[in-house]
């Protein structure tokens, strides 16, 4: 994956290259909003990771800029401004996250697959499928090899995305952003209690288990004989 | 600056000048108007008479010849106070009439004309009079006039009045103009006294509002009310900063700690790397504390009223008991939702719901362990134009003293300091309850405690320019 960061700070501009080269990135730098614009006008990344406040020209509007120029590579913003409003205006400007500061690499990291791996267009199957587990997103069916397993619909809700992001880790902001639409810490780790409720629904009584939990970052959802 | 100085360069008295200057002059130009025209009535009147007599003693000499002529003046000129005459031969002999002196070459011109006289009966000085000279068929030369002293003496009162009007509307304009300017300035200088001292930190202190009601006393309220919410707003600030003091540098304190100590005493690889998550969960809490205090800060200094809209408070209730329903079930406590149907309401949905969720998760932290009793109803209901949307649980509770207290930044109550938590949680749900122009309600649940955030309906009062409070408007149904 090619990642441009546009990030004015020398220093988390360079710890954020290291990070993704050392698992397998190719991460390159651009210090201003203009040297953003310029490196990214033609496409070549796969996704850009943008810090808000950028001298000459700020992130937002080098992405709008991008954006008015028919350039849709997949954007993520990052921001010392976490309330609700920024993010919204974020979105809005054509960002397609928002990541306030700080935030753990593991978080950025399973933000920029997720938007990476969404140019390959998952979302249009009807059916998603991890080793014998099956989601059948019309008839709102989960199978478990020949087993019908009965799910509430917010649990429903949370294995689809889970199972859309197959093979990613998906963070516990991620699922609290994406299934329940609500974007503040509820300071208790709720989201877990969800996870092993939802486990022991379609992993109980199986010798492989599909639902993992990724220490320090957050789940995933994967065929681990593969 | 002299106390003189100020006071002439005070706007009030440099108005006063303007003022006094225009009556002033309006003064001097309505009397010199006046007297210009009495003057001008006076000598049209004169003229009206002398022409009379002119052309009557034209009559008489056409009638009855000069010698009939010197007897009709002579007798004129004897009855009192009457027109001036003279009637001379063509050599300049007089012939009758009661002028004695006037000076050379008058009767030469004939005509109208002003000069001066000697009548005959009343020898002392010179007098004006308005003249007229004719000359008679024969060379006979006959001079009809009227004295100008009545004429005179008018003039002389206007003109003197006058001169005495400009100069009392001078007079009394400078004193009126220095008493309305040392009043002015008088408060004005004890305003600036005060807000120097206001200036140099004494946000206590008000401005004098006199109760006159005029513009001095609404400036003064204006600035008293711009005052209180300074005063207001610092006290805030002041609170947030000797909470962050205090509860931030806790944290720190500690996360410096553990990274000194397991420079120390760490030896090997599993040693560091415990001490090093520790750091990072330590600082995670503290973010969480840090964009708390940031969001309570927004949340009470208003900014944060942008995008209002309508949503559905039922719903909100029904989705945050779901979210917690599996935590609460996990610690033995069953979690009921009373919240039916659809509540349109208008505000910030996000907002409700982390105030609610905190809420929510306060319950499930304080409930008593090991209660196989434990029990949370998450409600949401109308009174009213009002949103209740309630958290009750049968834990603990708070003591009726402490519920005040609780809703401040940080106020953990002693019995909660075991409690993981930024202390936060009460007081944020109560600055989004103000936000939308609401209240956080604490009462006993016989037992325990429910937390009640009641929102109005409409969404926040909004001030509208000219300080009336209107509501936010109903939800559209």
Redesign the interface.
């Known amino acids: 994956m090619r990642l441009l960061i546009v990030e004015d700070d020398r220093e988390a501009a360079d710890y954020l290259i290291k990070a993704f080269r050392e698992v397998g990135h190719m991460a390159e730098h651009a210090a201003d909003g203009d040297d953003g614009l310029a490196l990214a006008e033609d496409g070549r990344y796969d996704v850009l990771v943008v810090d808000r406040m950028l001298p000459k020209r700020d992130g937002l509007s080098m992405i709008s800029t991008l954006r008015s120029q028919g350039v849709e590579t997949p954007a993520l913003i990052l921001s010392a401004l976490g309330q609700v409003d920024d993010r919204i205006k974020g979105l809005r400007a054509g960002g397609d996250d928002y990541l306030p500061k700080p935030y753990s690499f593991a978080e950025l990291l399973a933000r920029v697959e997720v938007l990476a791996r969404r140019r390959g267009g998952k979302s249009e199957e009807t059916t998603y499928r991890v080793a014998d587990l099956e989601l059948d997103r019309m008839s709102r069916e989960v199978r478990r090899g020949k087993d019908k397993i009965l799910l509430q619909p917010r649990e429903f809700r949370l294995l689809e995305y889970l199972m859309k992001h197959a093979g990613q880790v998906v963070t516990r902001t991620m699922l609290l952003e994406n299934v329940w639409d609500y974007h503040f810490d509820p300071q208790t780790n709720v989201i877990d209690v969800h996870i092993s409720r939802l486990r022991s629904k379609i992993d109980k009584g199986f010798s492989q288990p599909l639902l993992h939990t990724v220490r320090g970052a957050g789940y995933m959802v994967r065929d681990s004989t593969r | 600056m002299t106390a003189l100085g100020k006071l002439f360069r005070s706007t009030t008295f440099q108005l006063s000048l303007v003022y006094l200057t225009v009556f002033a002059l309006f003064a001097a130009f309505l009397l010199g108007y006046f007297a210009w025209n009495t003057r001008r009535l006076f000598t049209e009147q004169i003229n009206a008479t002398v022409e009379a007599e002119v052309n009557g003693l034209e009559e008489q000499y056409r009638q009855g010849g000069i010698r009939r002529l010197v007897q009709v003046i002579e007798s004129r000129s004897k009855q009192p106070g009457s027109n001036l005459y003279l009637a001379t031969t063509a050599a300049g002999e007089g012939l009758a009439g009661n002028v004695g002196f006037l000076p050379t070459g008058t009767l030469e011109k004939s005509g109208w004309s002003e000069t001066e006289y000697r009548r005959l009966d009343e020898p002392a000085g010179p007098h004006l009079a308005l003249i007229r000279v004719f000359q008679l068929p024969g060379g006979f030369r006959v001079l009809v006039g009227r004295d100008l002293e009545d004429r005179e003496k008018v003039h002389n009162i206007v003109i003197s009045a006058g001169r005495w009007s400009v100069a009392l509307v001078v007079v009394l304009g400078l004193a009126g103009g220095l008493f309305v300017t040392r009043r002015v300035l008088r408060r004005v200088d004890a305003m600036t006294e005060t807000t120097r001292t206001i200036v140099e930190g004494d946000l206590s202190r008000r401005l004098f509002v006199a109760g006159t009601g005029d513009e001095l006393d609404r400036l003064a309220e204006n600035l008293n009310a711009m005052l209180e919410r300074i005063e207001a707003l610092m006290k805030g600030l002041q609170e947030v900063s000797d909470n962050i003091a205090h509860d931030l540098k806790t944290p720190l304190t500690r996360l410096r700690n553990r990274a000194e100590e397991a420079l120390r005493s760490a030896n090997d690889e599993t040693g560091y790397r415990a001490a090093l998550?520790r750091t990072?969960e330590e600082?995670?809490a503290l973010?969480?504390t840090f964009?708390a205090l940031?969001?309570i800060a927004?949340a009470e200094s208003g900014h944060?009223r942008?995008?209002i809209a309508d949503f559905d408070a039922a719903d909100v209730a029904r989705?945050i008991a779901?979210?917690?329903e599996?935590?609460a079930?996990?610690k033995g406590l069953a979690l009921n939702v009373e919240a039916p149907g659809e509540i349109l309401m208008r505000g910030?949905r996000?907002?409700v719901?982390?105030a609610l969720?905190?809420l929510v998760?306060n319950a499930?932290?304080y409930a008593v362990p090991d209660d196989a009793h434990g029990e949370i109803t998450v409600s949401a209901q109308t009174e009213g134009e009002r949103v209740l949307l309630a958290v009750a649980d049968n834990g603990p509770g708070i003591p009726e003293a402490d519920r005040a207290r609780a809703v401040e930044r940080f106020v953990r109550l002693e019995r909660s300091r075991s409690q993981s938590?930024?202390g936060l949680?009460l007081s944020l749900a109560s600055a989004v309850a103000h936000l939308h122009g609401g209240e956080l309600l604490l009462s006993d649940n016989h037992p325990g405690l429910k937390a009640v955030i009641a929102l109005p309906r409409g969404g926040p009062v909004q001030k509208r320019d000219d300080g009336q409070e209107v509501p936010g408007g109903r939800p559209s149904a």
């Open positions: 998550e990072i600082s995670d973010i969480r964009d940031l969001m927004r944060a942008e995008d989705g779901e979210l917690y599996p935590l079930e996990e910030k996000e907002l719901s982390q969720s905190n998760d499930i932290k938590g930024s949680g």
